[in-house]
């Protein structure tokens, strides 16, 4: 079993940042891949990013490339998303996950979540 553990979040005027962390524990062994999610009010669970710990290529929904990083530190088991130039449409509650790593812009590809964290961007 994977547990993670997120941080981070918080209140913003737009333009800000922001940087989440995501501290996963457990049997991480089994999850080879770590995706962030973002859900906003009446709104489906949306992919943000996702990186596989053995290669630390990144992967971006075209809403955040460019201004959005995700990264790991294998050491620390954590994977983080610096988030800059952070727009109101931002605003969610953001999850990370932990998954086999076969479908990483799908929440169905992913096992374990975080509790989430909620992100504010003000205007």
């Known amino acids: 079993q994977v547990q993670l553990v997120e941080s981070g979040g918080g209140l913003v005027q737009a333009g800000g940042s922001l940087r989440l962390s995501c501290a996963a524990s457990?049997?991480?062994?089994?999850?080879?891949?770590m995706g962030w999610f973002r859900q906003a009010p009446g709104k489906e669970r949306e992919f943000v990013a996702a990186?596989?710990?053995?290669?630390?290529?990144?992967y971006y929904a075209d809403s955040v490339k460019g201004r959005f990083t995700i990264s790991r530190d294998n050491a620390k088991n954590t994977v983080y998303l610096q988030m800059n130039s952070l727009k109101p449409e931002d605003t969610a509650v953001y999850y990370c996950?932990?998954?086999?790593?076969?479908?990483?812009?799908?929440?169905?590809?992913?096992?374990?979540w975080g509790q989430g964290t909620q992100v504010t961007v003000s205007s």
């Open positions: 990186i596989r710990w053995s290669t630390g290529i990144p």
């Open positions: 996950a932990a998954g086999r790593g076969l479908l990483l812009v799908l929440a169905l590809g992913y096992e374990y």
């Open positions: 457990g049997r991480t062994f089994s999850s080879p891949a």
